[in-house]
């Protein structure tokens, strides 16, 4: 792949979340009003990450300070955001209105409606087994299948089996063996009831053992 060829002859520190990402420029990023961008290269620390369109900071490097020095982020985010129960109301209320402001902004910010909605179509495009994966009711489903007690490394396994079905050339999708709205028996959302298998065969296969 592109990116590879790009990065060979450095030593790519490349985290997981950074992974499979398509090469976006500065100025396309900047264009479409996407927050970041993805050059593809190594930053002069050696990762391969997303970076900030305002101060072209490398994500993984923001990370690593912000492990390096916990305390002094935790400070700076009371400062910037206020007290953790601030933002949990802050948040709610969010996600209480958000139609509503949805509805108010498309009629009083057309213009910006019309920009967002281009970028959810450049997302979607760009993002084809994500789109496929996060319709919303799937998303509930899979919501209520995934236990509570899954470790991060199965949460990085689920994701890897995702991205192995969304690198794969053609059609390709990943399938609950065990289904989870299944007629007799639930299975969950954890990596070994998962498997990548072809669209047409997880069609045939229906929400059946
Ligand atoms: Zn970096």
């Excluded at 950074?18 to 961008?37: C, D, F, M, P, T």
Aim: aromatic share 6%; net charge positive; glycine share 4%.
């Amino acid at each position: 792949m592109n990116r590879q060829r790009r990065v060979s002859g450095h030593t790519a520190v490349m985290s997981r979340r950074h992974k499979a990402l398509n090469v976006i420029s500065w100025r396309e990023a900047k264009h479409i009003g996407q927050r970041w961008y993805f050059p593809g290269t190594t930053c002069p620390q050696g990762h391969v990450a997303k970076r900030s369109v305002s101060n072209r900071e490398c994500r993984a490097c923001v990370d690593a300070k912000r492990k390096r020095k916990p305390e002094q982020s935790r400070a700076k985010d009371r400062r910037r955001n206020g007290t953790p129960k601030r933002i949990a109301s802050s948040r709610a209320s969010y996600r209480r209105n958000i139609e509503k402001r949805r509805a108010y902004d498309a009629q009083r910010y057309p213009a910006e409606a019309e920009a967002r909605k281009a970028r959810a179509l450049v997302w979607a495009r760009a993002n084809p087994a994500k789109r496929r994966k996060l319709t919303a009711q799937a998303r509930r489903w899979i919501k209520q299948a995934t236990p509570s007690w899954l470790t991060s490394e199965q949460k990085a396994a689920i994701h890897a089996i995702y991205m192995d079905a969304a690198a794969r050339e053609g059609d390709w999708q990943v399938d609950h063996m065990v289904p989870i709205r299944g007629k007799d028996v639930c299975g969950l959302h954890v990596p070994w009831n998962l498997r990548v298998i072809s669209g047409d065969e997880n069609r045939k296969k229906g929400n059946r053992l």
